[in-house]
Every structure is written in C-alpha cells, then in structure tokens.
C-alpha cells in the first residue's frame, strides 16, 4: 500500500477531529452540556470526512457511507447553540423530534443496503428510481440543514442576555457556520468535476480551517467564562495577594498608599496596569515612583506587580475553591496578560512552574 502525502494530510485531520470533539466532551476545563453537542458536531463532521477518504469495498463501511450523516451534525450544532445561550427550547421536548430526519434516512438506508447485499429486493443502487430517490434526499439534507443554521443564527442575533465579552465570538461562530455550511456544500457538488486529490484536500482543509477556528473560539471562550467566575470568588477571597513575608512598616508616605492600592484596590489585577498609571494615581511622576520603589522595595515597577499577582496565583492554586478552573484562567485573573508572562513570572519567584506548584 502506497502512502500519500494526502494520505498523511487527511490521516492528521482526522486524528485534530477525533482530539478536538473528545476534548470537548471529557476535557475538565472544557467540559460542559452546550460543549457536549459542539464535540459530537466535530466528530460527526470528522466521520464523515473518514468515510469520504476511505476506498474499501467492506459491506460495514458501505452500509454508512450510505447513511445522510449531514441530517444529524446540525442538529448537534442546534442543541449547541440553544443550550449556550440558556435558550428556552432546550427544556422542549419537541427538540427531540429534530432527529428524526436522520433516523429515517437510517432505516431507510439499512434496509436498503441489506436488501442490495442480500440481493432481495427487485431493484439495485444503479437503478433509476434510487438515483432519483438519493438526489432528493442530497438535497432536502442540504436544505434541512440550511434551515437549522439560519434558525441559530436568528437566535443568537436576537438574544440580548448573551454576555458582552462572549457575544462578539458567538455571532461570528454563526456567521463562520454558516458559510463553512455552504462552502462544503459547494466543494461536494465539484466533486465529480475536479481531480480527486485537489477536491478531497480542499474539503479536508476547509473541515480543519472550520474545526480549528471554532475549537480555539470556544477555547477562549472558556476562559471568560471561568475569569467571570473566578471574579467573584476572588471579591469574597479578602486575603488574596497579600505577601507572606510583608514588607517592614515604611516612613514613605507614597510607598504606604502604593501598598493600600495593591492590597485593598489590587490594582494589579489589571493586566494592562502602567507605571504611568499608578503614579497618576499617586500624584507623582512615573520616574519617582520607580526610585519610592527600589528605596523600599528594592525590586522594579514589573517585578513589585508581577510579585502580588503570583501571589494571588499561588494562593488559588492552592485554594480548593478553585479547583474547577484552569491554571491559565487562574493566571489571567491574577493580572497576567499572557500565559508565558505567567509561567515565567511564577517560576522565577516560586522556583517552579504553576502545574508543578498546583500538583504539590
């Protein structure tokens, strides 16, 4: 057996779908009900692109080859949306019903592709009646399809309880649904007019465009939920980045009140907070602010900040309450901008990395 470059392309997409949509439904961090459908949408989309590429002549493989697979992911990716925006038709019972479309072509098909193999039925696959027949069913796939992602979209553009930070993304993801609906829909139809290869890799890169745009979408999404969570915890958490070893009682009154900021205001929660900033706030100039700080401090503007937020990190990490969130998420409420700044920050002044640290 040859291996193709191709081969290897589409063997690679495969294995991202099958880690993204299992990610989404066992992951801790990602875990949740509206995630659950959004893991069977990838790897119902993932399956299909398996049985597009496979070549085996295997009755099984026939058998769901044969099957409309493009009924069932948008039904997926229906409950998905309902059940994130806390919709009221994810308590219908009616929602059930959506699936039946695809239940149907799955009887249908069962029978059928028995009847073919054990050739009891008085007509084939290459008769004109089940041409006709498949045509129809393509298409009103296609256009059931096509309804669920415009009635989605509709509902996410008229909800005014989705969260502001979340909102930019969700009405992107409709828009980016729809238009990957019917681009593949687009590349399916070419697929008798272009060379196998070229199709069956332009098919397989837009899956993976579409599967990774929305994984890491979903991903960010994520952590604002979990910061808006941590959020309130750390309000009622008074203690939080407070120094185990304080610093000694200081005679400079600005050092004082720099140190009321912190601890009171925790101003290094902000992770966009300037030197320029905090000496506005002191009624100084940034440059006396930085000499107030090495005079008591002895460290820099950076490290005096970073120095709070790592310990405010420090002490969730090692807080059961806030066992359910991730370490990254952890780091951004602490004032971090970015992951890296995290992790090189903490183990600097810890001696080892947050996992590490979480672990014991």
């Known amino acids: ?44 989309l993932t399956f299909l692109t398996f049985l597009g590429w496979q070549s085996s002549d295997a009755p099984i493989l026939k058998i769901l080859l044969s099957i409309r697979w493009d009924f069932l992911f948008p039904v997926f990716l229906f409950h998905y949306f309902i059940l994130y925006l806390n919709h009221r038709f994810k308590d219908k019972s009616w929602t059930k019903f959506l699936y039946l479309p695809f239940c149907i072509s799955l009887i249908i098909h069962l029978v059928l592709e028995v009847g073919f193999i054990f050739k009891f039925l008085s007509f ?35 909800d005014r309880n989705i969260q502001h930070e979340n909102e930019k993304w969700i009405k992107r993801m409709s828009i980016l649904t729809f238009l990957f609906y019917f681009l593949w829909f687009l ?36 952590l604002l939920n979990q910061k808006e969570e941590l959020s309130k915890i750390f309000k009622k958490q008074k203690n939080l980045g407070e120094q185990e070893s304080k610093t000694p009682s200081n005679t400079d009154k600005h050092f004082n009140e720099l140190e009321k900021l912190m601890l009171e205001d925790k101003l290094y929660r902000n992770p966009d907070l300037s030197r320029d900033d905090v000496a506005e706030k002191l009624g100084i100039s ?35 309450s806030f066992d359910k969130f991730s370490i990254q998420a952890i780091g951004t409420e602490a004032g971090f901008k970015s992951r890296s700044a995290f992790y090189n920050s903490f183990q600097k002044a810890i001696g080892q990395s947050p996992g590490k640290f979480k672990k014991g």
């Open 1 to 44: 057996m040859v291996i193709t470059f191709l081969d290897i392309f589409i063997l690679t997409a495969l294995l991202q779908g099958v880690f993204m949509g299992t990610s989404l439904i066992i992951s801790r961090f990602l875990k949740s009900k509206p995630n659950k459908y959004l893991g069977l949408t990838i790897i119902t």
């Open 124 to 158: 084939d696959s290459s008769s004109f009646g089940f041409k006709v027949f498949k045509g129809i069913e393509y298409n009103l796939s296609f256009f059931y399809g096509l309804f669920l992602m415009i009635w989605s979209a509709r509902l996410i553009w008229t």
């Open 187 to 222: 590349v399916d139809n070419l697929a008798n007019r272009l060379n196998y290869d070229f199709w069956m890799a332009l098919w397989v890169g837009l899956s993976c465009a579409f599967l990774g745009v929305i994984y890491f979408g979903v991903y960010r999404m994520q």
């Open 286 to 320: 940034s440059g006396y602010l930085s000499q107030v700080l090495k005079n008591a401090s002895e460290k820099n503007f950076s490290d005096y900040i970073n120095n709070y937020r790592v310990q405010a990190a420090k002490q969730m990490l090692s807080n059961p």
